[in-house]
């Protein structure tokens, strides 16, 4: 069974631009999460993807964004990037599970790189 | 707020010891821990978890312990191996919702030969 994807692998853009990070889960898996991996911040939660539905966010500002789609993939999307958003991005997959926890599984990440 | 704490950026083990990883908690909350190891350009592995109905689960050469008293974690490797060398993060999660891990900070865990 092929494991979690992340595309690209690495990235670089310039303060104030844009960017799109895609996602495809295991196959089977429903619920896509996404992390930010910084040296001083560690692996913070960014949201969770359920069906199509932002199920859970964690504590970033709104030029943070995500969605899910049909097949279960799922893109984030950076705006106005700032310095501080250079980071490795992860995406986790899991079968679902509203009521009971499933092991999530991860992605090689993408490595976003500000200048 | 960190909910989720490892105090020790790194620790360093003889080959054929017992590594100790420590990992504390403070939201009562939590009631499901994880441990993932972690090596450069690749994404976190999952290596073992915990319920809190448990106290210790075991898996080959990892055990981890649970004292929900002192809301602290652990996980035991041995005997540790070279391969083991890795940065090993601590997570916690509420089994109901959504499935959002709080992660330490991580500890580097180098096994010597």
């Known amino acids: 069974k092929a494991g979690v994807t992340q595309t690209p692998r690495y990235l670089i853009k310039t303060r104030g631009q844009q960017v799109t990070l895609s996602c495809s889960p295991i196959s089977g898996h429903r619920s896509v999460s996404w992390y930010q991996q910084t040296p001083g911040q560690g692996l913070q939660f960014l949201f969770e993807?359920?069906?199509?539905?932002?199920?859970n966010k964690g504590n970033f500002p709104g030029r943070f964004s995500g969605r899910q789609f049909s097949n279960s993939r799922s893109e984030m999307n950076v705006s106005t990037l700032e310095l501080g958003d250079s980071a490795l991005y992860l995406c986790?997959?899991?079968?679902?599970?509203?009521?009971?926890?499933?092991?999530?599984?991860f992605g090689p990440g993408t490595r976003l790189t500000v200048l | 707020d960190q909910q989720v704490k490892q105090n020790s950026p790194s620790l360093s083990v003889q080959e054929g010891r017992i590594s100790i990883l420590n990992c504390d908690y403070t939201?009562?909350?939590?009631?499901?821990f994880l441990w993932y190891k972690k090596y450069p350009a690749e994404g976190p592995t999952f290596l073992i978890s915990i319920s809190s109905i448990k106290d210790k689960n075991e898996d080959g050469r990892f055990t981890v312990f649970l004292n929900k008293s002192a809301k602290h974690l652990s996980l035991h490797i041995v005997p540790s191996q070279p391969g083991d060398s890795a940065v090993y993060f601590c997570a916690a999660s509420v089994t109901q919702g959504a499935q959002k891990l709080v992660f330490g900070q991580g500890t580097r865990l180098t096994i010597n030969p």
């Open positions: 939201n009562s909350m939590f009631d499901y």
């Open positions: 993807y359920f069906s199509e539905t932002q199920r």
């Open positions: 986790a997959s899991s079968l679902s599970g509203s009521f009971s926890y499933n092991e999530q599984f």
